[in-house]
């Protein structure tokens, strides 16, 4: 079993990285709502599936063998 899935389709990536930023925003005094954090996690991992998806049949299509 060697299934990997890259870093950007994992929500806990995108978890930390929205939880980061709703942080550096806080020193700027702006707030993220949960809401608001949720919905760019969710986002987050739609647009990285996504992109893999296409790269992968990108892939396909230019592969010689």
Do not use: C, H
């Amino acid at each position: 079993m060697n299934d990997f899935k890259s870093i950007f389709a994992s929500k806990t990536f995108w978890g930390g990285a929205t939880a980061a930023l709703a942080g550096i925003l806080g020193l700027f005094g702006y707030s993220l709502l949960p809401e608001d954090q949720a919905m760019l996690v969710d986002g987050g991992a739609a647009i990285a599936a996504s992109v893999g998806g296409v790269i992968a049949i990108w892939g396909r299509i230019r592969a010689s063998k």
